[in-house]
């Protein structure tokens, strides 16, 4: 799939960062807004950086099977992809970018997003993986075993994206048992506080403005 090619925007990219957690309902409302501002060119795109309280979304590709039971609020989206859970110790990258004005191509753009989360990984010594078939980037321990680290769902509107992708910094992991993450069963969840690394939000910022800088600049 691709969007029509433009010339790329000049005007820095406003990143904000919410300290309290956001209701997902409201931060789709705030998504939405901007990305009609961003497609009127009343406003400059915008990596939004914050957490949920704890909450399961499904995208479009969900099914009902893979609920496997409502411990937590359910909230139906437009965004890509199957289930997926947030929650406070997640750390949630919202991009809104333009992509008429970025080469257009959707599939560039879901590879750059999986660099950006491998890049930011390797800040704390981490070795994210791609899969093929799988979305996300996975994290292989010795033995072999494979758990989802991070998770990637967007959606496009008129050439601008938005919704994004998830990075677990210290969740609770056991809230994903009420789901099928991704729809995969036969791999894990998995996060950085349970490989023994436990950063500050404020250095995961740090790793992901650096190397959202090295990816999309």
């Known amino acids: 799939m691709s969007i029509a090619s433009a010339p790329p925007r000049t005007e820095a990219i406003e990143w904000r960062t919410d300290a309290a957690p956001v209701a997902y309902d409201e931060a789709v409302l705030a998504m939405e807004a901007r990305v009609r501002d961003i497609r009127a060119g009343t406003a400059s795109e915008l990596v939004w950086l914050l957490e949920h309280p704890a909450l399961y979304t499904a995208g479009t590709s969900a099914r009902r099977a893979d609920l496997v039971s409502a411990l937590l609020p359910v909230h139906y989206t437009g965004r890509g992809g199957q289930w997926t859970y947030h929650g406070p110790g997640q750390r949630v990258a919202y991009v809104m970018l333009d992509l008429n004005r970025r080469g257009g191509d959707l599939r560039v753009f ?37 758990s989802k680290i991070a998770a990637i769902g967007v959606r496009v509107r008129r050439g601008v994206s938005y919704h994004g992708v998830s990075l677990n910094v210290a969740p609770d992991l056991a809230h994903y048992s009420g789901i099928v993450p991704c729809g995969v069963r036969e791999h894990g969840v998995t996060s950085l506080a349970a490989l023994g690394i436990h950063p500050a939000m404020r250095e995961i910022d740090d790793a992901l403005k650096a190397g959202f800088a090295a990816v999309f600049s």
């Open 110 to 146: 879901v590879r750059n997003l999986e660099e950006w989360l491998i890049r930011t990984l390797a800040a704390f010594g981490v070795t994210g993986e791609r899969r093929t078939g799988r979305v996300g980037i996975w994290i292989a321990d010795k033995a072999g075993t494979e």
